[in-house]
DNA sequence: AGTTACAAACAGACCGGTTGGTATAGTGGA
DNA sequence: TCCACTATACCAACCGGTCTGTTTGTAACT
């Protein structure tokens, strides 16, 4: 894998991790074995760009990953339950959620930095349109799916942010087994 | 007011703003106009020990908010509309959302310190309590009052994220208008 | 093939500034 | 006088970023 990818790849679970100023550049560099200008080679303005860049990565990942999910299944209800259900698998055998979730990166950067906000706000944005498609798919109406899909964003987003504090992926499974009841 | 309720005070917006790591010594510092050996006499323990005591005292704020307006409406439904409907005015007013969420904080320390991590669960906890009394005065059953709690807290968690993060209220207003679906 | 030229890629010393934290001295009121 | 409180000087460690190299791959010319 060449040395660009590479430190995408690392940096993007440090940061979702630690945050964006909770991990040092140094910590990257170790990470990833490499030197500081060997980074600043492949990110000439540094930490922020390679953050965007980490981000953009992600929202590929991400939306690729959803997108499969919710391909394999035939409602938005059981699409939600199966996508649920990997996070729960990821945050029991990990101890973490590096996969979906950001929320350390977006609470202390929207306020700093717009470019990064905007960023977020993208990926976010991709997200819930894949719920809205899908629901638009299930039949509900332009509007009533547009407020589900904000809905879900927002809860299973939450949702994580309570497993990670309390340490406990039953959060997760209680909305796995209530959102259903949002789906209406 | 005293030098120690001063720091906490203005501490605890600082670091709802920015998060834990965001913030600087130098930075509350400069904001109370006090100097740090008056700090390390109030906070031996330095800075983590400042952040829990302002968990603590946003703990007592928080709840003695919520239970305030919970105590103006009958139903837990009407209630949340009440409630959601100040975080929306607090955040069009202030830009930020001081009042009642901690994101960064959790997000960004739930996985370094685990006192910290402690006092974020217990104000989940305490939220998530009054949701659940309130559910239970209104007639559901305790496990069902218990999931709804779960799912009220996550999805307003998530709202504020995503309301930081488009820099809109919308969200919020979405979730205002379809959490009732939700309690039933 | 052998030599030269050049740029991409990488390494690491170094910079000013800031971090959280400590130690000591000073101050003002009981 | 005493002591809670505050001010300030200082510290090592670390921060992100810049800098000057050195290595390496490769294309061009003889």
Redesign the pocket.
């Known amino acids: 894998m060449?040395?660009?990818s590479l430190i995408i790849e690392i940096a993007t679970t440090l940061f979702q991790k630690k945050g964006y100023?909770g991990?040092?550049?140094?910590?990257i560099l170790k990470a990833c074995n490499?030197?500081?200008?060997?980074l600043?080679?492949?990110f000439?303005?540094?930490?922020?760009e390679l953050l965007i860049a980490c981000l953009q990565t992600l929202e590929e990942t991400i939306t690729k990953d959803i997108d499969q999910i919710f391909k394999r299944y035939q409602t938005t209800k059981e699409a939600t339950k199966g996508m649920i259900e990997k996070l729960i698998v990821n945050f029991e055998t990990e101890g973490t959620i590096t996969g979906y979730t950001f929320s350390s990166i977006v609470s202390e950067m929207a306020s700093l930095s717009n470019p990064v906000r905007n960023a977020c706000a993208h990926l976010y944005q991709k997200i819930q349109g894949i719920y809205l498609n899908k629901l638009l798919a299930d039949g509900f109406s332009k509007e009533t799916a547009s407020s589900i899909a904000v809905m879900m964003t927002a809860t299973i987003e939450g949702g994580m942010m309570l497993c990670l504090t309390q340490k406990t992926s039953e959060p997760l499974k209680i909305i796995s087994e209530r959102l259903p009841n949002l789906i209406n």
Not at 34 to 38: A, D, E, M
Not at 44 to 48: C, S
Request: net charge neutral; hydrophobic share 20%.
């Open positions: 060449d040395t660009k100023i991990v040092g550049l140094s910590e490499i030197s500081k200008g060997s600043y080679h492949h000439p303005n540094g930490k922020e």
